[in-house]
């Protein structure tokens, strides 16, 4: 940790956080905050260990540890249906799957734990699930789907693979009619309360970060065919598809899933959502 930073920020290094980050007054804050990339599990378990104080983090880690964090409102990564960075690549069609070999990412909680309720509450079988590293031709070589989140997935997706894919947003609405969040903005309870002045800066500059990247999409989707490849079309549409928002309609979808994965045992109990305001002083 440097020096003088008082806050480490999360980030997951996925596309589909950007348009909250891409325009973060960095400037602003100095030497204050030191910024950490890596995956969701990875960041799920700095921020369990009190190595990242706040940032995105999976809707499943925070379900798990939801005493230690609060939620900043209206920031998430959500989608009312199709996702297309959430993708179920498999040989036969679902509702063949029971006892077959499905292979989960190591990167994944939120939709690792998502593709269990889809298919043993709505599908209605039970597969065989194994964890592997994130690549698709070798995860397919001793099984009969396999799953793939973010970045990974969207490359795959591009690939001529000889597979049915399904995508998780999708199959979510489909059954339940709801949206989905697949990362919420967490931060830690002692954070809080260390520094309530510095986080309601943050969550400020968060949010005008994100209204940027609304008002601007064609930066971060320039930038996102630059970085990863693939169309321009491919990105507006990818962007387009997804919410950074955290109001009722995302709440009350993230409310579904925690019951769903409490009912499978994934959970101990349905997570209450705790919403952080800003009690800090008037700046």
Request: with cysteine; net charge negative; glycine share 8%.
């Amino acid at each position: 940790m440097q020096q003088d930073s008082l806050i480490r920020i999360g980030k997951i290094n996925y596309t589909n956080v950007w348009p909250i980050y891409h325009f973060f007054p960095h400037e602003r804050f100095g030497s204050k905050l030191e910024w950490i990339e890596q995956v969701p599990t990875g960041l799920n378990r700095a921020m369990l260990a009190g190595e990242v104080d706040m940032g995105a983090i999976s809707s499943f880690a925070y379900g798990e540890s939801h005493d230690r964090y609060e939620l900043f409102p209206e920031l998430s990564v959500s989608a009312y249906g199709k996702v297309s960075s959430l993708l179920l690549f498999h040989k036969k069609p679902l509702r063949e799957l029971d006892g077959c070999t499905v292979v989960l990412p190591t990167t994944s909680a939120t939709t690792v734990n998502l593709l269990k309720i889809i298919l043993g509450a709505f599908v209605g079988v039970t597969p065989n699930y194994v964890y592997a590293a994130p690549s698709l031709d070798t995860m397919m070589k001793h099984a009969d789907a396999a799953l793939l989140i973010g970045d990974d997935a969207i490359r795959a997706s591009w690939t001529d693979a000889p597979y049915e894919v399904s995508d998780m947003g999708a199959l979510w609405q489909h059954y339940t009619g709801e949206w989905m969040s697949f990362a919420v903005w967490a931060v830690r309870k002692e954070t809080i309360r260390q520094y309530p002045e510095l986080v309601a800066a943050v969550h400020e500059a968060f949010m005008q970060s994100k209204a940027a990247g609304l008002n601007n999409p064609e930066s971060i989707v320039r930038h996102a065919q630059a970085v990863i490849g693939g169309t321009l079309d491919y990105w507006r549409g990818y962007f387009r598809n997804l919410s950074h928002d955290f109001g009722p309609a995302q709440r009350r979808g993230l409310s579904l899933y925690f019951r769903y994965a409490n009912e499978l045992g994934l959970l101990p109990e349905p997570a209450p959502l705790h919403m952080w305001t800003d009690n800090s002083v008037t700046r």
